[in-house]
């Protein structure tokens, strides 16, 4: 991918908020708003998901019931489902955590995510036919 916007979200406010996959050597998650693409700045760096991605992980971004931006994605490198935030006051991802364990290599893989009823998101994902939810917080 070459900045390829992936996945939005609109919060309360009425600002999207993008994230995508930057280009290689090794990949790396990119997030800026609708209103920062519009004025020029330049996008935010995150964690690398790993090497030749291509259309084997896609992110996914959403905000919890507090704002707070989270966004998952597959690590191509060890195949685990990933977590990260991005913090509003510095502009920067949080260190992700792994949520999901390794998954076989497969076409646009990725953990999705919804806001849970208290704070932090769901996240769920499917492995082998089989169904996986679980909580999550940063």
């Known amino acids: 991918k070459t900045l390829e916007a992936t996945a939005a979200t609109m919060d309360s406010a009425g600002v999207i908020h993008v994230v ?8 790396r998650l990119w997030y800026t708003t609708d209103a920062g693409a519009v004025a020029g ?4 760096l995150g964690p690398a998901v790993g090497e030749k991605v291509s259309e084997a ?9 507090r704002g707070q931006l989270y966004v ?20 920067q991802f949080l260190p992700p955590v792994m949520i999901g364990p390794a998954t076989p290599r497969r076409l646009r893989w990725n953990p999705h ?4 009823p208290g704070q932090g998101v769901l996240v769920v994902w499917e492995n082998n036919g089989e169904i996986f939810l679980r909580s999550a917080e940063l």
């Open 57 to 65: 992980t896609y992110p996914v971004i959403q905000h919890d019931r």
């Open 113 to 116: 995510l919804a806001a849970a």
């Open 41 to 44: 700045q330049d996008v935010i």
């Open 20 to 27: 995508g996959l930057a280009g290689a050597p090794a990949q």
């Open 72 to 91: 998952s994605y597959r690590d191509h490198a060890s195949g685990e489902a990933r977590l990260t935030a991005v913090e509003a006051k510095s502009g």
